[in-house]
């Protein structure tokens, strides 16, 4: 009895591990590791808006916003914890001003840091508060998205949402 017990779940955990993507797309960069090339500050009210802080890009809160200093190449990335098949890519802009900087993007993918590839490039300018929806050139797979501006800039994102087939546990 207590043996064919054992077995049943053994069997129901091995089945649960078997690591295969649904079809439910959902975001898959919320809240997951985050970094951008410098804090413009830690956090800083602005109005009704929070800014600074790096994971204010993908905390699901479109009233908060990350924001770098005004770098060469500024650059944010997400690293989604495992490889996963994008779908899209949304973002939604600096929500209450200056949303005019957003522009020359270079949205990439890849399985590293050091092996990414070029989704999309966005030419711009963006504008306050605007929610933009991203699609690769062509279909990619990848753990890491990265978002840099070619130029000089304040990079400031209320929100980096990757868009793909959950994977489950
Ligand atoms: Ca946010």
């Not at 809240?31 to 890009?57: D, L, V």
């Not at 840099?148 to 994102?157: F, H, V």
Request: proline share 3%; net charge positive; charged share 25%.
């Amino acid at each position: 009895m207590s043996l064919s017990i054992l077995k049943t779940s053994f069997t129901s955990k091995f089945c649960s591990s078997d690591h295969k993507p649904n079809n439910v797309v959902k975001n898959v960069a919320l809240k997951k590791r985050i970094q951008q090339s410098s804090w413009y500050a830690k956090t800083r009210s602005r109005g009704n808006y929070i800014c600074c802080a790096t994971e204010y890009a993908n905390d699901g809160n479109a009233t908060t916003f990350s924001h770098t200093n005004y770098d060469n190449f500024p650059y944010l990335w997400v690293d989604l914890g495992r490889m996963y098949d994008i779908k899209r890519i949304e973002i939604i802009n600096r929500s209450e001003s200056y949303g005019q900087r957003l522009h020359d993007l270079d949205i990439t993918v890849g399985p590293t840091l050091k092996e990414l590839s070029l989704c999309v490039h966005y030419k711009g300018p963006g504008k306050t508060n605007e929610h933009l929806v991203f699609h690769c050139n062509k279909q990619m797979s990848g753990r890491y998205v990265k978002l840099t501006i070619k130029g000089k800039e304040y990079l400031q994102l209320s929100e980096v949402m990757v868009f793909a087939p959950e994977i489950s546990e």
